[in-house]
C-alpha cells in the first residue's frame, strides 16, 4: 500500500484529502465526523466578521438525469462567533493532531484586522492560513473575498501583512472570476504565500422558474449571483491549475479545488501540478463517506502503477500542457469505425455532416447490409464522432504517419519570418 501523506508548504497531512472552506467545515461536530470518515484535513469555514445569512441559499443544475452537475450558493462566512469557532478549532486540533487544521480568513483589507484575526486562530493551534480572496458574492460587495482577489496590488499588500505576524503557512485562494489568474497568483508569491489554492466558485445564476418567472434560488422573490462549483467547473480549475503550476513566477505548492468528485479527479488534480486537494459539492451531495472509496480507489491506482508514495503524481503531466502555438501542426489522427461494435445509430454521420467536415459516408456493403465509413483523407480528426457515438468501442481515433516532419505555429512563423527577412534583404540588394 503506497504512503498517502503529503507536505503541503509545511502543513502536513495523513492524506490529500482536505475538505473545503464550506457548509461541510462549519462547525467542530462536522469537522470531527470527517476526520472520523477518514479525510486528511479541512479548511475551517471562513471565519471573519460573523455575518446574517438569508433562507433560501443553495441550488442545484441538473442535466439529463444527473442530479448536480453544478451546485450553486449565495451563503457568505461563518454566521457563528469567532468564539465559538475558535473553541472548537482547539477542542478539534487536541482530539485530531495529526489531521490538517486551516483557518479560512476573510476581514477588511486593513493592515490591524490581519494581525489581529490572524493571531487570534494561530492561538488555537491551527496548522496554516488560507487567506479567502475568492468569494465572489455578499462579502465582494463590502471590499472583501473576490473584490480583493481581483486586484493583484491588494492581494500582494494583504498576503504581506498576514505574513508580517503568521508563524504558520500562508495559503492564498484564488477567485476563478478574472481573466488571467496566474497574474493574482504571481503577486501573492510576492507578498511572501507559501501556497496557493484554487479554484474559488464562479460567478453564476442557477436558473429562472419558468412558472414563476423567479430566479433560483431566489429570497423572498428576488435573487442575486451566487458561486458556481460541482462537477461542471472541473475542466475550468484543472486548466488554472495547470497554468498556475507551469508558471516559473507562481513556483509554490498548490491546493486543488474545483468540481472533484472521485479518486480519479484527485489523480487528474496532482498530475496537473496539485500538491493535494479540496472538496465540497461533492461532500455536500453525497456525505463525508465518500472518502473511503476515494481512498480505497487512490491506493490500489498507485499500487497498479507501482509507485511508493502519493507525492510521486504531483505535476507529472504539467510538462504535457503548453501554448496552443507550440502544438504540432502536422501531427494526424484520423476516424475508423469498427463495424463489429458498431449499432448504426447514425449519430456520427449526423453530426459529422451537421457540424464538421462531411466525412463520413453511409455506404452498403457487398452483403447487403448498411455501414458507415470514413473517407481518412477528408477527415481532420476532430474527435466530435467518437464523442457523440454511444457504442463502446465503435469509433477509434488513430494516429497516422502524415509524412512531414512535425512543426508547430510558432515555427511555422518562425519560418516565414525568416524568408520574409531573406526577400527584404534581396530586395535592398
Given at each position: 500500500m503506497a504512503d498517502l501523506s503529503i507536505d503541503l508548504a509545511g502543513i502536513k497531512s495523513p492524506n490529500p484529502f482536505w475538505l473545503a472552506s464550506a457548509p461541510p467545515t462549519n462547525t467542530g461536530y462536522q469537522v470531527q465526523r470527517a476526520f472520523e470518515a477518514g479525510w486528511g484535513g479541512a479548511v475551517w469555514k471562513t471565519l471573519g466578521e460573523p455575518v446574517i445569512n438569508t433562507s433560501s441559499r443553495f441550488a442545484a443544475v441538473h442535466f439529463n438525469g444527473q442530479r448536480v452537475a453544478g451546485f450553486n450558493n449565495i451563503e457568505l462566512i461563518?454566521?457563528?462567533?469567532?468564539?465559538?469557532?475558535?473553541?472548537?478549532?482547539?477542542?478539534?486540533?487536541?482530539?485530531?493532531?495529526?489531521?490538517?487544521?486551516?483557518?479560512?480568513?476573510?476581514?477588511?483589507?486593513k493592515q490591524e484586522k490581519w494581525h489581529e484575526i490572524v493571531k487570534r486562530v494561530e492561538a488555537v493551534g491551527v496548522d496554516g492560513l488560507e487567506l479567502n480572496f475568492g468569494c465572489p458574492h455578499g462579502m465582494a460587495e463590502r471590499g472583501m473575498g473576490a473584490a480583493s482577489g481581483q486586484q493583484p496590488d491588494l492581494v500582494q499588500a494583504q498576503t504581506t501583512w498576514v505574513k508580517e505576524v503568521a508563524t504558520t503557512p500562508v495559503i492564498v485562494k484564488l477567485t476563478p472570476n478574472i481573466t488571467d489568474i496566474t497574474v493574482v497568483a504571481r503577486h501573492a508569491v510576492k507578498g511572501g504565500a507559501d501556497a496557493i489554492s484554487l479554484i474559488n466558485t464562479i460567478n453564476s445564476l442557477a436558473g429562472v422558474d419558468i412558472h414563476s418567472w423567479n430566479?433560483?434560488?431566489?429570497?423572498?422573490?428576488?435573487?442575486?449571483?451566487?458561486?458556481?462549483?460541482?462537477?461542471?467547473?472541473?475542466?475550468?480549475?484543472?486548466?488554472?491549475?495547470?497554468?498556475?503550476?507551469?508558471?516559473?513566477?507562481?513556483?509554490?505548492p498548490i491546493s486543488g479545488i474545483g468540481g472533484i468528485s472521485t479518486w480519479q479527479d484527485v489523480v487528474e488534480f496532482m498530475l496537473m501540478g496539485s500538491t493535494g486537494i479540496q472538496v465540497c459539492t461533492a461532500v455536500m451531495h453525497h456525505g463525508f463517506r465518500i472518502v473511503e472509496e476515494?481512498?480505497?480507489?487512490?491506493?490500489?491506482?498507485?499500487?497498479?502503477?507501482?509507485?511508493?508514495?502519493?507525492?510521486?503524481?504531483?505535476?507529472?503531466?504539467?510538462?504535457?500542457?503548453?501554448?496552443?502555438?507550440?502544438?504540432?501542426?502536422?501531427?494526424?489522427?484520423?476516424?475508423?469505425?469498427?463495424?463489429?461494435?458498431?449499432?448504426n445509430c447514425n449519430k456520427c454521420h449526423i453530426a459529422c455532416e451537421d457540424a464538421s467536415h462531411q466525412c463520413i459516408d453511409m455506404l452498403t456493403n457487398a452483403e447487403g447490409k448498411a455501414i458507415l465509413q470514413v473517407r481518412e483523407e477528408d477527415c481532420v480528426g476532430c474527435n466530435l464522432c467518437s464523442i457523440v457515438c454511444p457504442a463502446d468501442g465503435a469509433i477509434d481515433m488513430v494516429a497516422l504517419d502524415s509524412g512531414v516532419a512535425p512543426m508547430t505555429w510558432n515555427q511555422r512563423n518562425q519560418v516565414i519570418s525568416g524568408l520574409n527577412g531573406s526577400y527584404s534583404e534581396a530586395e535592398v540588394v
Open positions: 461563518t454566521d457563528r462567533p469567532l468564539e465559538v469557532n475558535l473553541k472548537e478549532i482547539y477542542e478539534t486540533k487536541k482530539r485530531f493532531p495529526n489531521h490538517a487544521i486551516i483557518a479560512s480568513l476573510m476581514v477588511e483589507p430566479t433560483i434560488p431566489n429570497v423572498g422573490g428576488q435573487g442575486a449571483h451566487g458561486g458556481y462549483c460541482g462537477p461542471a467547473v472541473k475542466p475550468i480549475a484543472l486548466s488554472m491549475v495547470a497554468e498556475c503550476a507551469r508558471d516559473r513566477g507562481v513556483g509554490v476515494m481512498i480505497d480507489g487512490l491506493n490500489n491506482y498507485l499500487d497498479d502503477k507501482g509507485l511508493a508514495s502519493v507525492t510521486e503524481l504531483i505535476g507529472k503531466s504539467v510538462p504535457k500542457y503548453s501554448n496552443w502555438g507550440d502544438l504540432d501542426l502536422n501531427y494526424k489522427v484520423v476516424a475508423r469505425i469498427n463495424e463489429d461494435n458498431c449499432i
